[in-house]
Every structure is written in C-alpha cells, then in structure tokens.
C-alpha cells in the first residue's frame, strides 16, 4: 500500500514559499490570465491555508469576474487570517458598498466596475455650470445631451440639479452604445481591463439602468443606445440647451462630437466636455498632433498626462475655452461661442 500523502504541517513550512508561491499568482493576475492565478494561488493555499494574501487574492480574482459575494467571503478570510492586510480591508469595503447598494436597491457609483468616472471637483463645476444656466432662464426647458454615459454618474448629476433647482423641466438624452470601445493592446492596466469587460458582458449597461431607476430620476433619464456618429444624425438643428461630450476621447471622434455639437446647441445654450487636462497653449502642440490617435499620453514640456485627441479637437473647433481642472464648456451666442465664468 502506498504512503497517503504528506499534509504540510503548519510549524514547519519554510516561511518564505507561501509568499514566493504567491508572487507567481500575482504575475499571472496581472497579465489576466485568471485560471493559472487562481490555481496558484490554491497551490499556496495546499502549503498553507492559513496565508491570508492567498486567499486575498482568490478575492481579486472572484472580484475581476464579478462574483461580488465570493469575493466577499475571501476577503474575509484573508482578513481572519491576516487582520492588518490593509488593501483586503480596502477590497472589502468595496464589495460590501456594492452589495449593499444592490439589495437596496439605491444607485452605485463607487469603484466596482469602474463604475465611478468623475473627479469630485469636475463633479462641483459641471453642477455648477448648469446651476447658473438654470438660474438664468427659470422658464426655459433644459433638454441636455451627454455622449459617453458609462454607469450614469454625469447624467444622475444633470438630473439632481435639473429637480433641484428648474422644477424638473428638462430632460438628459444619454448617448452611449454601452460596448467595447478601446483597444486593449494599448490599455493592460487593470482599470481597463475593468471596464472593458463591463462593456462585453453588459454588466455596465445593466448598473446604468440600477441608477437611473433607483435614483428616481427614469422619467427625465433617455438612453439612446449607439455611437455618436449612428446617433447625431437623427438629432434636429439647435434642440438641446446643454451638450456634454465625454464620450471616446480619440481625435476623430472628438472631432465629430464638437463639430455636431455646435449645430446641436440652441444659442444661450451651452457646450461642455470632460478631460481637458491640458489646451493648445497649455502643451507641445507638435507632440499632440503626433499622437493624434492616442487615448491619453505625457506631455513632454510639462509631464502631465492628457488626452491629446480632445485638446486636437477643442483648439481646431472652439479655440480657448474656459476649463476648470479638466472640464470645459463655452456658450453659444448667435452664430458665435464665448467662454463662460463659473
Ligand atoms: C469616461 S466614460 C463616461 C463617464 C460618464 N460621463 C460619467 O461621468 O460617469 C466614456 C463613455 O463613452 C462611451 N463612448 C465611447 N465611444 C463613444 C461614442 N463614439 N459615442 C458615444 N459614446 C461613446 C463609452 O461607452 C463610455 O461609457
């Protein structure tokens, strides 16, 4: 009769292999190749069961494919095992939020799914910008356009201040195709990887819809679901007050965007966009026009990081604009645009 196999006794383990075991997880992790992470990462877990990091990782892994709960209870143990593991405490924040959101059926904009996009401040302007329109024609309807809507964190704010302050007059038409949009040669990080897979599997499309029911705001909340270009063209001269443009922030479609946009606007009404880190006097407009086609690049003057597609697009169509740490907007006056205070 055969030997049963040998069970690793915790006390004699040499304490550096279940860290060294895990560093290979974590390299597979990182290159997404989840079934070889997961079983090494169990293989950790066969020499020591008690390694917290082992089973944070398992976490990561269960969280990347959105299986919230068990991601959950993995953190937890990682947390048992390892109370001062501090990004599995991070991680379990995190989840919990989201689970909690879902059974209560409230909006969720936090990290899952990426599903959180604006910096606060760019939030506190965009509020502002529309507060003062609102304020300055209580009796006008505000029919606002977004193009790049994600899990709806713009459009929930457009629609709070629209209820807030205009009576509710108003509606946000939200054009977004809720699909793969970005090559994932260029972005292996995990943020991209994320969000790339909340468009395939639909699940970003899915907490959209969450937070526009939940939030109350369904009656004034329209997706149309398509591109820009598949949508613009069905849209009449000068019917919208506001239009929001963060959708793909490549050259040619940035183009596009700004160009419909002004035939978009009402006069008295209002251009605005996101991720204008940097205009065309602010970087090396050289450099910017040689990586045209990227998503977001360094500036080599400066070293800030910026999308040189939307900077391309906003000088060609608009010239200086006023923008406030990376949100933008100019009003329409006649046949003219002037920048705006804030
Ligand atoms: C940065 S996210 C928008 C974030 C959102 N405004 C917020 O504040 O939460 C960009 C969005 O643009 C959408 N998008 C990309 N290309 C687009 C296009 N050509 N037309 C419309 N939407 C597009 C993507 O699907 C994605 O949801």
Redesign the pocket.
């Known amino acids: 009769m055969g030997q049963p196999p040998l069970q690793p006794q915790r006390g004699s383990i040499d304490p550096a292999v279940p860290g060294k075991l895990c560093q290979v997880g974590w390299d597979l992790y990182h290159q997404g190749r989840f079934e070889e992470a997961e079983d090494q990462f169990g293989r950790v877990l066969q020499v020591d069961p008690c390694f917290g990091p082992g089973h944070f990782g398992l976490g990561e892994i269960a969280r990347d494919l959105r299986h919230y709960e068990k991601a959950r209870e993995l953190y937890r143990q990682a947390l048992q095992h390892r109370p001062t593991l501090e990004p599995a405490r991070l991680a379990l924040e995190d989840v919990e939020r989201y689970l909690h959101a879902m059974e209560q059926e409230q909006p969720y904009?936090g990290p899952i799914l990426a599903?959180?996009?604006?910096h606060p401040e760019r939030l506190r302007l965009m509020r502002r910008v529309l507060q003062d329109w609102c304020l300055a024609h209580p009796n006008q309807t505000c029919r606002i356009l977004?193009?790049?809507?994600?899990?709806?964190?713009?459009?929930l704010?457009w629609a709070e201040v629209l209820s807030e302050v205009h009576g509710g007059n108003g509606e946000i038409f939200c054009?977004?195709?809720?699909?793969g949009?970005f090559e994932m040669d260029h972005h292996r990080s995990r943020h991209y990887r994320v969000m790339r897979d909340a468009?395939e599997t639909g699940a970003?499309f899915q907490l959209f819809l969450h937070n526009v029911r939940t939030s109350g705001y369904q009656q004034i909340i329209v997706p149309l679901r398509?591109?820009?270009?598949q949508v613009f063209p069905c849209l009449a001269d000068e019917r919208f007050q506001l239009v929001?443009i963060?959708?793909?922030h490549f050259y040619e479609?940035a183009l596009f965007?700004i160009d419909q946009a002004r035939r978009l606007v009402a006069d008295g009404g209002l251009i605005c966009g996101?991720?204008l880190e940097l205009q065309a006097h602010e970087c090396d407009l050289d450099h910017a026009r040689a990586y045209h086609d990227h998503d977001y690049v360094a500036d080599p003057g400066s070293g800030t990081h910026f999308h040189p597609g939307v900077t391309l697009a906003v000088h060609e169509l608009l010239g200086e604009v006023s923008c406030w740490h990376g949100f933008w907007a100019m009003g329409r006056r006649g046949a003219g645009w002037e920048q705006v205070s804030c």
């Open positions: 904009l599903a959180h996009q604006t977004e193009v790049g809507s994600w899990a709806g964190g713009s459009a704010l054009v977004d195709p809720w699909r949009y468009l970003i398509g591109t820009s270009r929001f963060d959708g793909s479609d965007d996101d991720d």
